[in-house]
């Protein structure tokens, strides 16, 4: 009786796991790029939109914002700048944990409003634009498409 050979098994086997870990490689960086995109979406500022605004979007009266984006990965800053999620995205590890910030002083006053009066007298009563809390709820939307994506990678 002629051996049997398990080969062709452990071959597809290699594969399936070649597969899998090219899979979660995926998953983790569409997830921070994703969610970079969408916190990074920008808009006008009010005086070229004729104070109009779409809640959810960053504003940019300035590209200081922008520029000053953020990223972390297991709690160490490794890219700051308008991509800087792009530049992330090339080291991420499926294990990793990302985070990302605004790192002007004015960020916080600007994603939840304001009201009030500033160090040189002027008044304001600023809503907020929630860009960066819009984004963090857009979390499972983002990442269930990730995942069906995946599937096709």
Known sequence: MARRSNSNFFKQLDAWGRKKKEQREFIARELLLRMGNRAQTPQFGVRWTGGRYEE????????????SFTVAINF??????????????????PSDRF???????????????????????????????????????????????????????
Do not use: C
């Not at 959810?56 to 520029?67: N, T, V």
């Not at 008044?123 to 990730?146: D, E, L």
């Open 76 to 93: 160490r800053i490794v890219a700051r700048g308008r991509d800087a999620h792009v530049k992330a995205a090339g080291i991420v590890q």
């Open 56 to 67: 959810g979007k960053i504003p940019i009266d300035s590209l200081r914002m922008i520029k």
């Open 99 to 153: 985070q990302f910030w605004w790192a002007t002083p004015y960020a916080k006053r600007i994603e939840f409003g304001f009201s009030g009066q500033d160090s040189l007298g002027r008044r304001y009563n600023q809503k907020g634009r929630f860009w960066a809390t819009m984004t963090y709820n857009s979390w499972g939307s983002i990442k269930r498409q990730v995942l069906r994506d995946s599937e096709n990678a």
